[in-house]
């Protein structure tokens, strides 16, 4: 289930600056000011132990956030084709040193430098933004050329730029000590010291003596990372946002329609009773990572931008792998450990073991680390998946086990028997796919898409039409022909990540439909919250007693939004997310990833509302 037993629910019913990725001929000082101003007073809100102090952006000073947003107001809306950003640097002893709250700390007068150390960072890149890492040069706070090593960790399959790069270098810091480096992307301007340097693609003379110099980043195919060393290497909120490398964002620090949401989702994180990561392994009960964790918790980091919110993420990414999943002896295959032992590509996954194979959270730790570990995981499971599909399909050869999240027989297709199988299906393919585009991996992701426009077409409701009972018997006695709506959504956000690497244009008329089957016929006759399930003839579900589940929910409006520009859609999205927000129930580590794994992405899309948010709700008709 995806939420507690619905009766029961009824009765108990700062980051890293916001937008600091410098537009070309924009000062560098400017950049360095304001993300210096903010570094102090921001970078050390973590919530990795239960605190009763929930960080919040807004706690910036009015003096800060008038720089900041006096430089947001010059920044372009996606990184262009040459230009800088900040790199902060963070001293954290791999996030076990200095508390997260402690002031930066300073280096004594006359104090001998600390040795020099490993530092590394993955950094992402919007669709045709940088197309050879060699064009990417360092320099330190003062302005000097640092060297660089760099490779590219993915591609955008559409037009084959650089999704996200690994670069390498060394620095000093004591410990608790921050730094502002300069990360510069892109042909250098005519005339600049990089330009006469002789870097890459420049025309120049060399530089004239004294005069500083960055050289392009030597290409090192064999480079590895070191994402869990001393010092912490992050960008602006607004740069991870602008690359859209996991998904559609909006900084937290720009959220001013949804406060409650970003205070609330800090708040449920910190006073989590057990916490978060007291939650173990469970096949059965609470379980940690359910609605994929890591993915969740590299949301709320790529929205903030800060190192202890990325050390977060990055410890429950290495958890996941270390105790969730099983490789196969050459490493060649990984399924969940809750599978049976005797599993083979010939015998269908069980429907709790596709429900925890997080390709998106693996995909999210390899993109922004560059960990090979995350890599392997994400192959892996995407190969499992694809030799599985003619199993799960009820193929010839699949004997499926009995039970109630099993097989029911041989000719069962499991991945239609609800919205959720197929949904972490293609999620698990989508993220393999976008690491290894073979035609095989394409070709098992566009047969998985063809057959979700099928199933909806087979039915008038713009529904993904199943039979209730089947998905879960204690739910629903009677139904038939229904739907699930949150599992729609994880259906839609999967559709959403095969679109974004295939451009497939049947993505916009099966969202289109959904989002309208939501709001006309899912939706409660309060028009708070939607059915827990739709068209089970035993129970209406007619109450909004789950209205948390709309933070799950509204990205479907957001997706729709996107693909039609139909500005109506955010209208609808936003009232249905304001009751979300006021019924938000993150206690338990499932209930909080539901909610901070879709609602950034709801965020993002309506960032690209082109009008005022009274203008979509007139075009709404409310």
């Given amino acids: 289930m995806a939420t507690p037993d619905p009766n029961a629910r009824r009765a108990a019913s700062a980051g890293f600056g916001r937008a600091l990725a410098a537009p070309a001929g924009f000062g560098r000082a400017l950049a360095a000011l304001a993300a210096l101003l903010l570094a102090a007073s921001l970078l050390g809100a973590g919530c990795s132990r239960p605190s009763t102090r929930v960080p919040s952006a807004r706690q910036i000073a009015p003096r800060v956030r008038a720089v900041l947003e006096a430089y947001v107001a010059a920044a372009r809306p996606a990184p262009p084709a ?5 790199l902060l640097l963070v001293a954290d002893a791999g996030g076990s040193a200095p508390s997260p709250s402690a002031a930066p700390a300073k280096r004594p007068p006359g104090a001998p430098p600390p040795p020099e150390v490993a530092a ?75 330009q006469r340097a002789g870097a890459p693609g420049s025309q120049g003379t060399p530089a004239t003596q004294g005069a500083p110099v960055a050289q392009g980043a030597v290409l090192d195919e064999a480079l590895l990372p070191n994402p869990d060393g001393p010092i912490a290497a992050v960008l602006p909120p607004s740069w991870y946002a602008a690359s859209q490398v996991c998904g559609p964002q909006l900084p937290a620090m720009d959220d001013r329609r949804f ?27 609470p379980h940690r990572t359910y609605y994929d964790g890591p993915h969740a918790l590299y949301q709320r980091f790529l929205r903030n ?29 990984a399924i969940h450990v809750c599978e049976k032992d ?23 730790d390899y993109l922004l680390t560059g960990d090979p570990a995350a890599k392997e995981a994400v192959l892996a499971m995407g190969e499992a998946l694809r030799l599985n599909l003619a199993a799960l399909s009820g193929g010839t050869g699949a004997k499926g086990a009995k039970g109630a999240k099993g097989a029911k027989d041989a000719r069962e297709d499991a991945l239609r028997a609800t919205e959720r199988n197929m949904a972490w299906a293609i999620m698990t393919l989508a993220s393999a796919y976008a690491l290894d585009p073979r035609p095989e991996v394409l070709a098992a992701l566009r047969g998985l898409a063809d057959r979700t426009v099928a199933w909806q077409q087979q039915g008038a409701s713009g529904a993904f039409e199943h039979d209730l009972h089947r998905a879960d018997p204690s739910e629903c006695e009677r139904g038939p022909r229904g739907g699930s709506p949150f599992m729609t959504a994880l259906l839609v956000d999967a559709l959403m990540e095969y679109h974004a690497l295939t451009g497939d244009p049947r993505v916009r008329q099966v969202v289109a439909r959904a989002a309208a089957w939501l709001e006309e016929r899912a939706i409660t006759s309060d028009r708070r919250a939607f059915r827990y399930l739709w068209g089970c003839e035993t129970d209406p579900y007619d109450d909004s007693g789950t209205a948390d589940l709309n933070l799950m ?14 500005p109506r859609w955010i209208a609808v999205g936003d009232a249905l997310a304001d009751a979300g927000v006021k019924a938000m129930w993150v206690k338990q580590p499932k209930h909080w990833n539901q909610a901070m794994r879709g609602f950034g992405r709801y965020l993002g899309y309506r960032a690209q509302l082109s009008v005022p948010p009274a203008a979509a709700e007139r075009s709404a008709g409310r």
């Avoid at 205070?263 to 059965?284: K, N, Q, T």
């Fill in 259 to 285: 406060p409650g949401f970003e205070s609330g989702i800090e708040r449920g994180l910190a006073r989590m009773s057990p916490a978060y990561d007291a939650y173990g392994v469970s096949c059965s009960g």
């Fill in 553 to 566: 929910i509204v990205p479907v409006f957001g997706a729709a939004y996107a693909l039609t520009r139909d």
């Fill in 120 to 194: 590394s960072a993955a950094v992402p890149f919007a669709p045709g933004a940088l197309r050879d890492v060699r064009l990417l040069r360092l320099r330190d706070g003062r302005g000097a050329a640092v060297p660089l090593r760099a490779r590219p960790l993915a591609v955008w399959p559409q037009g084959r730029s650089i999704r996200s790069a690994l670069i390498a270098f060394r620095a000093a810091l004591s410990p608790g000590e921050r730094a502002i480096y300069t990360l510069e992307y892109g042909a250098p301007a005519p005339g600049s010291p990089s």
């Fill in 82 to 86: 040459a230009g800088s950003v900040p």
């Fill in 342 to 364: 005797d599993w083979s590509p010939a015998k269908p996954l069980s429907w709790n073991t596709l429900r925890r194979m997080l390709g998106q959270g693996m995909l999210d």
């Fill in 305 to 333: 931008g800060d190192a202890a919110r990325y050390r977060r993420a990055r410890a429950e990414a290495v958890w996941y792998r270390q105790h969730e999943l099983r490789f196969s002896p050459d490493r060649r295959l």
